[in-house]
């Protein structure tokens, strides 16, 4: 009799056992799309247009394949034009086109680490190198002109052979592009960048960094001599020649006293004002003169973030430049008389991306502000394309709806606008429109997204905006399967971007990264999780105030409070399991899921963290960090409450890190052995922080899927 009950007992077992696993093979069944396709994209970059006509060229990322694609109006069919074929890690950018439009200049390989190496990360025993190449828009293969990058194209002129200018070890370098002839240094001393051709080709402008201050110097390619634009203490940068090649703007920062530890923005150190100056100065005789001032407050300093929008000339004998005095990131112009700046943007909103029509009348530039007079909230997590008179006085929005657009570019003839786009199920993909046209642009390139792409099968995000003890609101966005209902309660994730100076959107990213992790968020979905991603105080798009929120990071980690509750607002969803949320993030978002993990296991049941830091202590900004700020650094760390940390974690990092060092990861590991914490690890020697390689890419969204659904599922 018992041998029997055995055997019933054992019998009914065995049911149960292989119900479940018909239930988790029905699951696998069920799932719409594998991470194999929604990483199917090819991601584009580096848009640009040539000097004249309607020829464009951008580079397309196909699973770690980078090759140059070009376009030509009116019909804009696209060709591949070099044939890299191997996912071999080394990047291509910033392309340029020769005056002519029959050339394109492109870097290939990555920027030296501090060790001079430059990224390797298929650990070639042949080594890599970081190169300036240029290639026929005819065809055939490209030529290597010397090792260099940032090159700029001098303009075309009749009896002058087409040279570029370019940057190797830190000085200014020229080569004639026929490959006729050695290149030859425009030797000055310092650390020499951002070259920049006069209009007739004949001079060439650049920053020189002598340390404790830096010069604006002028290369006359005729004479073979070096002056200098008003020197003085203080620190010139961002050369830009009027258009008449008469003279250059340049940005002034004033000389700090010795020992101030730099600019004052480090992670650890307070927030001072840092004012700035534009200057105008004469080519012929050296004098300058200031021509606008920045206020000496918090909002009125430097705009770091502006890039290549920080200052250009523009046409009509104005000047276009950004300022956050306003507390937003925005664009402005003036004229040369000295008149009061110009809005050129309305509403609380910031830009991202600028250019000019090639008169230089106008401004095409990307920027998530509301779409009408109502400001709809939800555009601030968007980006669109606008149009403005340099003046300032006509404004209009060229891209309505509920796409995603970015680094728009204008044809030579003036005719067409070329950009990057996207939706919430759309990856990023090429598209050009007439420059008065209205609808949708037309796609370039589609023949290369694959067929199986999902994009029907894909969610929508939702926005969702959290509010902090402390009264900081976070726009978030919610990934919300079907499945997942108050009867079917799911596990749920937490995504944090990296930078922090970033910020998600409701639909794919305009950074090949995020682009990635927004893909990764929309598998999580398909297979049953509440994802939601937090743009957490410190991320760009919602003004200075948010990005440089008080008590920020070292200074005490106060945006952790963002992503607590974010946490406690998933844990009253009735779609989700209280007990099983989880986080993951890659950089500063890694920093936040060790934070997480170590302060809060109770709320957050697991994590992977992509090189995150883990100890502010051991960077050091600006110079040594004095014991007070070393210790509020180590307070608002993970490892000051590694005692806590009860949660399994998922670490992945690469060792040839430029941004996190490796050692981050090293010392965590140490410490969660030590606690008996369980920790999984994915290491990839030679990768740096953005992870070049597709494959591997690849392998740390797959092992984070199958760490979540081990933890969470099993």
């Known amino acids: 009799m018992k041998s029997t009950m055995r055997r019933i007992a054992l019998l009914a077992a065995c049911f149960v056992c292989a119900g479940a696993l018909l239930q988790e093979q029905a699951h696998a069944q069920s799932e719409p799309y594998t991470l ?21 060229a951008w580079v397309f990322n196909a699973k770690g394949v980078r090759n140059i694609w070009i376009a030509e109006g009116p019909g804009f069919g696209a060709r591949q034009l070099t044939r890299f074929t191997a996912d071999d890690g080394q990047d291509i950018s910033q392309l340029r086109f020769t005056a002519d439009g029959g050339t394109i200049v492109f870097v290939r390989g990555g920027n030296k680490n501090d060790a001079g190496e430059v990224p390797n990360p298929t650990s070639d025993p042949a080594g890599a190198e970081q190169a300036v190449w240029a290639v026929s828009v005819a065809g055939g293969p490209p030529r290597k002109i010397d090792l260099g990058r940032n090159p700029v194209v001098a303009p075309g002129r009749a009896g002058r052979p087409a040279q570029v200018a370019y940057v190797k070890d830190n000085q200014i370098w020229i080569a004639p592009l026929a490959g006729v002839g050695k290149p030859q240094q425009a030797i000055a001393r310092g650390n020499n960048g951002s070259p920049e051709w006069s209009a007739d080709g004949g001079k060439l402008a650049f920053a020189s960094n002598r340390g404790t201050h830096s010069f604006i110097a002028i290369y006359d390619a005729a004479k073979k001599t070096v002056s200098f634009l008003e020197p003085s203490v203080d620190r010139d940068a961002n050369p830009r020649w009027s258009p008449d090649g008469k003279s250059i703007a340049f940005v002034r920062t004033p000389a700090r006293p010795a020992g101030a530890g730099g600019p004052g923005f480090g992670l650890t150190a ?23 001032k ?19 000339w523009a046409g009509n004998e104005r000047i276009v430049f950004a300022s956050e005095h306003t507390g937003w990131m925005q664009l402005y112009s003036m004229s040369l008389a000295g008149s009061a700046p110009a809005a050129l943007m309305r509403g609380e909103c910031e830009f991202e991306h600028m250019t000019f029509t090639p008169a230089r009348d106008a401004v095409i530039f990307t920027s998530n502000c ?65 420059i008065d046209a209205e609808g949708a642009g037309v796609m370039l390139g589609a023949q290369v997204l694959p067929k199986d792409f999902p994009s029907a099968k894909m969610l929508v995000p939702q926005q969702v905006i959290v509010e902090s003890p402390d009264g900081v609101k976070c726009n978030n966005q919610l990934f919300l399967p079907a499945s997942c209902t108050g009867s079917a309660k799911c596990p749920a994730v937490i995504f944090m971007h990296g930078g922090p100076v970033r910020q998600m959107f409701l639909g794919w990213h305009n950074r090949g990264y995020y ?11 398909s297979r049953g999780y509440v994802v939601l991603s937090v743009n957490f105080r410190s991320g760009i798009g919602y003004g200075r105030a948010f990005r440089m929120a008080e008590g920020r990071g070292a200074r005490g980690a106060t945006e952790y409070q963002d992503i607590v509750a974010a946490g406690k607002w998933l844990q009253q969803r009735p779609e989700v399991d ?31 963290d992509l090189h995150g830091v883990h100890d502010w202590s051991m960077r050091q900004f600006g110079g040594q960090l004095d014991r007070e700020r070393a210790q509020l650094a180590r307070q608002s760390s993970p490892v000051a409450d590694i005692e806590k940390w009860r949660s399994p974690v998922l670490l992945v990092h690469g060792d040839d890190d430029r941004n996190v060092d490796y050692l981050q990861t090293v010392d965590l590991a140490a410490r969660l052995r030590q606690q008996g914490v369980h920790f999984e690890q994915l290491m990839f020697p030679d990768e740096v922080h953005d992870f070049l390689i597709y494959e591997n890419w690849r392998k740390i969204l797959a092992a984070s899927a199958e760490f979540f659904d081990r933890h969470f599922k099993r």
């Open 270 to 292: 307070p927030d001072q004002p840092r004012p700035w100056s534009i200057w105008i100065g004469d080519v012929a005789t050296g004098e300058a003169r200031q021509l606008w």
């Open 578 to 608: 209280p007990k099983r949320i989880g986080l993951w993030g890659g950089s500063y978002g890694g920093y936040l899921t060790a934070m997480g993990l170590a302060r809060d296991s109770d709320i957050f049941a697991a994590g992977v």
């Open 36 to 56: 194999d396709q929604i990483l199917g994209y090819a991601f584009p970059t580096e848009m640009t247009a040539a000097p004249r006509g309607n020829r464009l």
């Open 370 to 434: 509301a779409t009408d007079a109502r400001s709809n909230s939800l555009d601030i997590d968007r980006l669109h394309l606008w149009r403005t008179a340099v003046d300032g006085s006509k404004l209009e929005l060229l891209t309505p709806g509920e796409g995603i657009e970015w680094q728009p570019v204008v044809t030579g003839d003036g005719k067409w606008i070329a950009y990057m786009a996207a939706d919430a199920r759309q990856p990023a993909m090429p598209f050009v429109r007439g």
């Open 515 to 525: 682009h990635r992790a927004y893909a990764f968020n929309q598998y999580l979905a």
């Open 294 to 312: 920045s206020e000496e407050t918090l909002d009125g300093s430097l705009p770091n973030m502006a890039g290549d929008g920080l200052l250009n």
